[in-house]
Each structure stands twice: as C-alpha cells, then as structure tokens.
C-alpha cells in the first residue's frame, strides 16, 4: 500500500513539472524574486531591477537557452536569493524531503493506532 | 492629557489583572463549590479598563492628538476619518493593546458565559489567561506603549503608509485577531483541564464555542486580507505563500484540525491528549507567527512593524509558554485508556487531523527553513509559490477524496450504496464535460478537478438527504461543500487567467487575442490626501462585442511621500477583468498590465461558504444547548 502511494506521489510530481504551454517567460519571471522590491515577484515588479532582468530573460531566451539554463545563469550571479523556487541542492535537501517523510511517518503512525479495534460497528 | 489617562487606564488593567491571579490563586485551596463574585467584579473591571485604554487611542488618532509618539508616527490631519480609525491597529503599539483587548474580553466572556462547568478548571483557566495578560501589559509598558508622550508637540503627523489606507485592509486585523488571539482562551482552557483533571467531554463541550468563534474570525479575517491583496498589490493574484500571509494560515490549519477533533471528544473518550495538544499548538502558532511577523527576520510584503527587541521579547515569551507547557502536560498528563479502538469515521476524523498537521508542517518548514538555513550557514534562499504548489497540490487529492467519502462512512446501508455509486457516475460525467471545456492536459489538475467535483457532487447529494433524514450533519455539509468549489475554482481561474504586458501611449490602441485595449484618457486629480493620474482605458471583447471602461490609477501621497498603482477591475460573478498602469520613468509610455481572471467572486464566495459552515454549528449548538 505504501508503495502505491509512494509511486503514485512521484508520478504526480513529474507530471505536476510540466506547465503545458504556459508563455515560457512569463514563467520564468514569476519564479524570480525582485530584489529590490519586498516580497513581489520580478514579473509582478516594474522596478528598474524587474526590468532590466525581464530584458535578460527575454535575450535569454531568444539565445536558445532553456528554463534551467536560465535559472543557473541567474543564481550564479545574484545568489539562490533571487529562485523563488528553491534548487534541490545539498543545503535544500531536508526543505524538499522533510515533509515527505513527515507525512509517511505520519501514515505509519496511523496505520497502527487504526489497526488495532476491534471489530466497529 | 490623553497620554496619562491612556497610561492610567492600562495601570488599572494590569492592577485587575493581578488581582484576579491573586484571587484565583487564594481560590484554589478554597473547598467550596462557588466562584467568589468579587473575581466576577475584578473582571468586569478589568475589562472596562481595558476597553477604555482602547477607545483613548482610539481618541488620540481621531482627535490627532501628536503629543503621543504613536500617533505622530502613524497618521496625518488630513487624513479620512475611517483611516484615522484603523490607523489605531495599523501599527505595532495599537495593535498590541488590541491584542491585550482581546484576550481580556475572551477572559470575562469565558468567565460569565461558561455554566455548569467545574469550579477549578474556571478559575485556572482564568488564572492562566490573566498570566497571558500580565505578559502582554509588561511588554506593552516596558516596550511598546502606545501612549508614550512626545514634547515637544508636533503640528503635523508623519501620515500612514498609503498601503494601509485600504477599508479591507483596515478591518481584516481585527477579525484575524479576534481568531488567533481568541484561541488563547482555549490554550489557558487545555492547561486548566490538564491540571484540574476534569473529564474530556465537558472540556471539549467548554471549548467547543470558543473554537467555532476562533474558527470563524480566522477564515474570515484571510478571506479579507486576500481580497485586499487581490485589488491593492496590483498584481493580479491573491495568494503568495508570503511569510506574513503563512502566519495566518498556520494557526488556521491546527484550528482547523481542532474544530474536527473536538467533534469525537465530544461524544467519546478517545483523542483527549491529543485535544489538549492542537489546543496548546494554536495559540503556540498564533505567538509563533506573530514573532517571525514582528521581528522583522522574514522578508514580506505585508510587513509593517518589525524591531529586534520586540522579536527578543515574543521569542522569550514563546519560549517560556511552550516548556511551561509541555511541562504541565507531562507531570498531569491525563491517564487515558490508549487501547480505545477507533471505529471507521473517527478513523477518518483523525486522518483530517494528520492532513492538517501534514499541511501545517509543510507551511512551517518552508517558512523557517530559510530563516534556519541563513542563520546556520549564511546562505540566502527563497522558497515560493513554486515550492507550496509541488508539495501541497498532489496531497489535496487523497484530502477531497476523504472529505467525500468519510463523512458518510457510517451510514453506508445497501440503499445508500446505490446513491454513492449515482454520485460517482454523475461526478465523472461532470468532470467529462469540464475536461471538454478546458482541454488541460496536466493530470495533477484534472486529478484535483475530478476530485473537486465528487466532493461537490457527494455534499449535494447529501443535502438533498439532509432533508428526508433529520439526522445529518449540515454545517459539515455547507462547509466540505465550499471547500470543495474553493478548490474547483482555484483551479479553473488559473486555467483561464489570461494576462498581457505592454507598452502603451495615451491615444494608441493595444490588440489581443481576444481584446483590444485603447487607451482614451489621461486625468490629473487633487484629492484629500493625495494626487491621483487616472488613466482611462476602453477594453472591447472581440467575441461578444461588449466594451468596458476601466480606470486604473497611480496616487502620489506625500505623507509619507509614497506612490501606489491602484488596480481598476470590472468585476462580475463568472470574470473579473482587471487592469493596473505604471509609468516608465523619463517618457510618456505607461506600462499596462492587462488580465482577465474568471470565477473571483466565485473563489471569495466559496470561502465564504467554508466560514458559514462554522456559524451555523455555533447556532445548532446554541439551539441544542436550550433544548
């Protein structure tokens, strides 16, 4: 049973990658945050940050490079700071895992404190 | 003048205070079986001291009295009355003395309207929630007072921070305080019962109410602060997993979790431990978000009051409140019977229990794990919108799914079999025809979607039932049902949003897939406050030939000097149409940011519905409590 939800969950995560056909740079952008803004995203920012970063993007996009590229080509040069979508990385391993493995514990827990009535209406 | 008497009034609070602790102190070796009146007269005193330290701020700003530091730094002579008003909350120090009003008026409210109820566990809750009082008066008089005086007077304010002069934005606080704040009465409660032993099933009765209530106000008081989001940050969305926006989720998912649980405790004896936890953890979550808010360690669009002090003084506190609690619940731990068996539809309450818990953990973790990872390592990173939506999305699948099928688990006879296996043909049939209509190809959102709609489809079902049988549950039904469409719609809008950016001139004219945009007019504007350039723009549907105006605009306040683009949206039940101009420095080209998003109004409804769900149980159980 646990394997079926495990498979099942991986299944889902690489389906749930794909965004269909989305404008790729708008994508891009709404997972870049404004430096210099508070909080906002640099798709949501007109700041001359946001903008000069769309223009990246776009030129970016235009030179062939694809969306990991371009997230890499960004990160070395502004920090992780700048993803708002976190890369797997040694530093982000328990961020992506930990509630995985919460949520499994937590299944284990329950799978034994259900096991046990006897026999309910 | 207003100063002192502000001042006075919170002396007398934290007096009251003191000696309710006292006398509920002296109370408890007392045999008798009768709750003192002079502890009901301490609180009534107390409560209309703290009221009143409340309405003399309250004063102060209407009144723009700037001898006080706070309301010099937060308003403005000019400004609109109602924003004079808010502008209490709207600030570290008011809303701090909001938040001592709150737990004072949940302290009195407990103390009078909590009948039939077991002499010591009323007067340690009391003694616990007047602890809780005490904590906040010495960090609001050593720290935070919001009527230190300031000479000498200034003629003029600073103003308030233009973002904020918002009517959503001036009322959400208090409804997301009245919620998070008001659960504390149930943390004071849960340590009470632990230590004066009384049964679980009048603690979850006591409680019930005050949960409801917290319930309430939290779903509400997000509902308000999102739709604030949705038109003032001008972006178009109105969720963004921000730091400040998870602080108000956290609290609302152990709520959440709570409000389910208290439903087995209340008829069984099982989960009584468990109760005692989620009542303790929703107030931790509560004081938790409120220093990661107030401390200024997160980075957030919302935040508007952060010092490191004030974050020193609530991480202690948080500190302190959480070991006195587990050390409470572990010397008077309740001796349950652990080997209770758990028949199928609490099995199903619990398996709520561990999805919300699943949800709050996930939210904690990419909140604080930046904070963590950067105070341990140095190195900075953001986790988004992106991060939320991978790991929570594929779980609200096995969620809908239990929400459909737990409830009526019970009472599956042969004759509601067939009515479940209706539901199921009729579900897919809808998701067939939604699937036509939208043509998405990612299976986590058609899973999601078919999901929604069994819920939606199961709850109808079950309200067309609610009306044969009497014996059915409706506030569960309005509420999973709301659930339900908040997810189906969620999910429809971000299917079809459609959204453009471009450059535009005044007079020219912007041609989209399905629009043409013109822009007609430029307007400048003096208001009371601030000065205002409204654009004027004609949007025409190529399809259906309607046309709309829409007036977006950019204000320039200068008290503080601040710009803001405020969106204009043509809003209907099934679409909202929604544009924001910004000026590109050093030309005359603006900015224009075009969306079309459907089914808002619906979105806000369906959680609208979510919270109706709560006050129609509050009523039953009035009603029922007469009976």
């Given at each position: 049973?646990k ?25 891009i952008?709404?997972?870049?945050r ?25 030129d ?62 | 003048?207003l ?17 309710i ?100 566990f ?5 003694l616990?929630?007047?602890l ?18 300031l ?32 659960s ?19 603690f ?77 953890l ?7 978000g ?76 990419g ?89 939606i ?16 549950n ?20 971000h299917?079809f ?35 205002s ?10 399809k259906?030939f309607t ?20 969106a ?13 101009m ?17 089914f ?14 709560g ?13």
């Open positions: 049973m394997n079926i939800i495990k498979a099942l969950i991986l299944f889902l995560l690489i389906f749930s990658q794909s965004y269909g056909d989305e404008n790729l740079s708008n994508q952008l709404k997972n870049l404004c430096l210099v803004c508070q909080g906002q995203t640099v798709h949501d920012s007109n700041s001359d940050f946001a903008l000069t970063i769309k223009s990246v993007v776009k970016k996009i235009k030179e062939g490079n694809n969306e990991r590229e371009i997230y890499t080509f960004l990160s070395e040069k502004y920090g992780d700071w700048i993803l708002l979508n976190p890369p797997l990385k040694k530093s982000s391993f328990l961020l992506w895992f930990l509630p995985y493995l919460l949520f499994f514990l937590g299944i284990i827990f329950l799978f034994f404190l259900i096991k046990k009535p006897k026999i309910g209406p | 003048m100063s002192k008497l502000g001042i006075l009034f919170i002396i007398g609070t934290l007096f009251t205070s003191l000696s602790i006292f006398l509920t102190f002296k109370e408890l070796k007392a045999i008798d079986n009768l709750i003192p009146s002079k502890i009901y007269k301490f609180s009534l005193f107390q409560l209309f001291f703290s009221i009143s330290s409340f309405f003399v701020l309250l004063l102060a700003y209407i009144l723009s009295d700037f001898s006080l530091v706070n309301v010099y730094e937060n308003s403005h002579s000019n400004k609109p009355l109602f924003y004079k008003i808010s502008g209490t909350w709207g600030n570290h120090e008011g809303s701090l003395l909001l938040w001592i009003n709150i737990l004072v008026l949940f302290s009195s409210l407990f103390l009078f309207l909590t009948k039939n109820s077991d002499k010591s009323k007067i340690l809750t009391l616990f929630q007047n809780l009082i005490i904590t906040f008066l010495i960090f609001l008089l050593t720290n935070s007072n919001p009527f230190s005086e000479f000498p007077v200034p003629l003029e304010g600073l103003g308030l921070n233009p973002i904020l002069q918002d009517p959503a934005l001036a009322i959400h606080p208090p409804l997301l305080y009245i919620g998070f704040v008001g504390s009465i149930y943390f004071s409660a849960a340590l009470a019962a632990l230590i004066s032993k009384i049964d679980s099933q009048s979850a009765i006591s409680i019930k109410s005050w949960v409801l209530v917290s319930w309430f106000f939290q779903t509400v008081g997000i509902l308000v602060g999102s739709i604030w989001a949705y038109y003032e940050l001008g972006w178009g969305g109105y969720w963004f997993w921000d730091p400040v926006e998870n602080s108000s989720l956290m609290p609302w998912f152990v709520m959440t979790a709570l409000l389910h649980s208290i439903l087995v405790l209340e008829r069984r004896i099982g989960l009584y431990s468990w109760v005692i936890v989620l009542s303790i929703t107030f931790t979550m509560s004081v938790t409120t220093f990661l808010v107030r401390s200024g360690i997160l980075n957030s669009v919302h935040t508007f009051a952060s010092d490191p002090s004030r974050g020193l003084f609530i991480l202690s506190f948080l500190v302190l409140m959480v070991f006195s609690s587990i050390f409470i619940f572990f010397k008077f731990s309740p001796k349950e019977n652990k080997k209770y068996s758990i028949f199928s539809k609490e099995a199903f309450i619990i398996a709520n229990n561990w999805f919300m818990i699943f949800f709050l953990g996930v939210v904690l973790i909140t604080l794990y930046p904070v963590l990872l950067d105070t341990i390592t140095g190195s900075k990173i953001s986790v988004g919108p992106p991060y939320y939506n991978l790991i929570l999305a594929p779980f609200l699948i096995p969620l809908l799914f239990l929400m459909t099928s737990g409830p009526n688990y019970k009472w599956i006879s042969n004759d509601v079999r067939s009515l479940f296996n209706l539901v199921l043909v009729l579900s897919v049939t809808f998701f067939l025809i939604t699937f036509f209509l939208i043509k998405e190809n990612n299976l986590l959102i058609n899973l999601i979607l078919f999901f929604s709609i069994y819920l489809t199961q709850t109808l079902f079950d309200f067309y039932e609610s009306f044969k049988k009497k014996n059915i409706i506030s569960r039904i309005i509420s999973h049902l709301g659930f339900g469409l908040l997810i189906f719609f969620i999910y429809i809008n299917i949003s459609v959204e453009n950016n471009f450059n535009l001139k005044l007079g020219e004219t912007k041609k989209t897939d399905y629009y043409t945009i013109k822009f007609v007019n430029l307007e400048e504007q003096s208001i009371k406050n601030y000065k350039i409204i654009g004027y723009f004609n949007v025409s549907n190529k259906n046309s709309k105006e829409l007036r977006p605009e950019i204000r320039v306040y200068d008290k503080p000097f601040t710009i803001t683009y405020e204009s949206i043509n809003s209907n039940l099934f679409s909202d149409t929604y544009l924001t910004s000026n590109i420095s050093d030309t005359d080209v603006f900015n224009i940011k075009f969306q079309v998003k459907p808002m109004n619906l979105i806000w409804l369906s959680v609208l519905l979510l919270s109706l769900g006050v129609l149980n509050f009523f039953k159980r009035k009603k029922n409590e007469k009976n």
